[in-house]
């Protein structure tokens, strides 16, 4: 059997420090919001090269506090993609604004840059970029898009940690950045957390203070806030974990470029622009023939997952938006093709050579 992702390898690598220090958490009696968290706050701030990191329950809790945390209300829009992980459009309902969607590039799954602009509207308040299975959007034609009509841009990192374009992360170019640590992700926590990146003080103490009931911790509320904390036993792991995140994400790489070369000539394989690297947070291939692709893999003892078999404009919740099948082909038609394959630090090639091998076959 050959799993989307092992991650049993890798904490079993670290098992000695990862126990000694939550033995330390434990016996230190200070269990959210503590040393562990700040320490972990000013590395992740630190790796980005930003001023400010914000940790907080969950990737969902960065996105919606970070959307939270700036002026934007009831009916005002925010432009995202269709083709994401649920939460994203969550988070923009949460804060009352309308989701306004941008149907994807055919080539790189993400945005398409350039139908943005035909979207924005005086109600336009924010862009929500998502770096899709590790691919950074096209930050620079966002970022100019931004400043061209005073939007805010909150970048959705829960796949991309550690994502670049010509040598700069993900994360560092909106006004925040959003990370999800939930354990499948690139850095994974035991349980779930998350952080926001940022260099704008406004925003970072806004955050602080949302994430704990509207008070920085004296009984003192400015506002009504919510409940999303990182806890102590998962920053001090974080912690642990950002300095092996790296070396993991060239792991991913190394078996992304062993697939391209076995299957370039079968199905289409990630396509990454000049200067861009991806974290390979996923593997993911597009062909016609994908159920075909997914039975014999599966005959075959091999994982694999259709992220996401339904767009954002399709999904119940949204129909109050009116959007129809057809609104967002492109997003339509990759959610009919693509197929996520096992990736992870510690797959072997001879497990990336079978499983090619099965695709080979059965097309
Ligand atoms: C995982 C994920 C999230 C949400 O993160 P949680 O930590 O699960 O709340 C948001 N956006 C994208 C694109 C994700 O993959």
């Given at each position: 059997?050959?799993?989307?992702?092992?991650l049993k390898k890798e904490f079993l690598d670290i098992e000695e420090e990862v126990i000694s220090t939550v033995i330390e958490v434990l016996k230190g009696t200070k269990y959210v919001l503590g040393p562990h968290v700040e320490a972990f706050e000013k590395q992740l701030a630190q790796y980005h090269g930003l001023s400010y990191g914000?940790?907080?329950?969950?990737?969902?809790?960065?996105?919606?506090?970070?959307l939270a945390s700036l002026?934007?209300?009831?009916?005002?829009?925010?432009?995202?993609t269709p083709f994401t992980f649920f939460a994203t459009v969550e988070s923009i309902l949460y804060v009352g604004a309308k989701p306004v969607f941008v149907d994807i590039d055919t080539k790189t799954l993400?945005?398409?840059?350039g139908l943005i602009e035909q979207k924005i509207t005086k109600?336009?308040?924010?862009?929500?970029?998502?770096?899709?299975?590790g691919l950074p959007c096209d930050m620079k034609r966002i970022m100019e898009l931004a400043k061209k009509y005073n939007l805010y841009v909150v970048e959705d990192c829960a796949q991309s940690f550690g994502s670049l374009i010509n040598g700069r992360l993900t994360?560092?170019?909106?006004?925040a950045g959003c990370f999800s640590f939930y354990p499948s992700k690139n850095l994974g926590c035991y349980g779930d957390g998350g952080a926001v990146v940022t260099n704008n003080q406004q925003m970072y103490e806004n955050i602080l203070a949302l994430r704990n009931h509207g008070s920085r911790g004296n009984y003192i509320h400015s506002v009504i806030g919510f409940n999303s904390r990182l806890d102590e036993?998962?920053?001090?792991?974080?912690s642990i974990k950002l300095n092996k995140v790296e070396r993991n994400n060239a792991m991913r790489r190394k078996s992304a470029a062993l697939y391209t070369s076995l299957l370039s000539s079968t199905v289409m394989c990630p396509n990454i622009p000049e200067g861009y690297t991806?974290?390979?947070?996923?593997?993911?291939?597009?062909?016609a023939h994908r159920d075909k692709i997914k039975e014999a893999l599966h005959k075959a003892n091999i994982s694999s997952v259709v992220y996401y078999p339904v767009p954002m404009h399709l999904q119940k919740p949204i129909e109050q938006f009116g959007f129809k099948k057809g609104d967002f082909p492109v997003a339509e038609t990759a959610a009919a093709q693509v197929l996520s394959l096992p990736v992870y630090p510690g797959l072997s090639n001879e497990d990336i050579e079978r499983i090619a091998e099965v695709i080979k076959k059965c097309l």
């Amino acid at each position: 059997m050959i799993p989307m992702l092992d991650l049993k390898k890798e904490f079993l690598d670290i098992e000695e420090e990862v126990i000694s220090t939550v033995i330390e958490v434990l016996k230190g009696t200070k269990y959210v919001l503590g040393p562990h968290v700040e320490a972990f706050e000013k590395q992740l701030a630190q790796y980005h090269g930003l001023s400010y990191g914000a940790g907080v329950g969950s990737g969902t809790g960065a996105l919606f506090l970070s959307l939270a945390s700036l002026p934007i209300s009831k009916g005002d829009e925010i432009i995202t993609t269709p083709f994401t992980f649920f939460a994203t459009v969550e988070s923009i309902l949460y804060v009352g604004a309308k989701p306004v969607f941008v149907d994807i590039d055919t080539k790189t799954l993400n945005i398409d840059i350039g139908l943005i602009e035909q979207k924005i509207t005086k109600k336009t308040k924010a862009i929500l970029p998502v770096h899709l299975f590790g691919l950074p959007c096209d930050m620079k034609r966002i970022m100019e898009l931004a400043k061209k009509y005073n939007l805010y841009v909150v970048e959705d990192c829960a796949q991309s940690f550690g994502s670049l374009i010509n040598g700069r992360l993900t994360g560092t170019f909106g006004d925040a950045g959003c990370f999800s640590f939930y354990p499948s992700k690139n850095l994974g926590c035991y349980g779930d957390g998350g952080a926001v990146v940022t260099n704008n003080q406004q925003m970072y103490e806004n955050i602080l203070a949302l994430r704990n009931h509207g008070s920085r911790g004296n009984y003192i509320h400015s506002v009504i806030g919510f409940n999303s904390r990182l806890d102590e036993i998962q920053a001090a792991i974080l912690s642990i974990k950002l300095n092996k995140v790296e070396r993991n994400n060239a792991m991913r790489r190394k078996s992304a470029a062993l697939y391209t070369s076995l299957l370039s000539s079968t199905v289409m394989c990630p396509n990454i622009p000049e200067g861009y690297t991806s974290n390979y947070h996923q593997y993911t291939i597009r062909s016609a023939h994908r159920d075909k692709i997914k039975e014999a893999l599966h005959k075959a003892n091999i994982s694999s997952v259709v992220y996401y078999p339904v767009p954002m404009h399709l999904q119940k919740p949204i129909e109050q938006f009116g959007f129809k099948k057809g609104d967002f082909p492109v997003a339509e038609t990759a959610a009919a093709q693509v197929l996520s394959l096992p990736v992870y630090p510690g797959l072997s090639n001879e497990d990336i050579e079978r499983i090619a091998e099965v695709i080979k076959k059965c097309l």
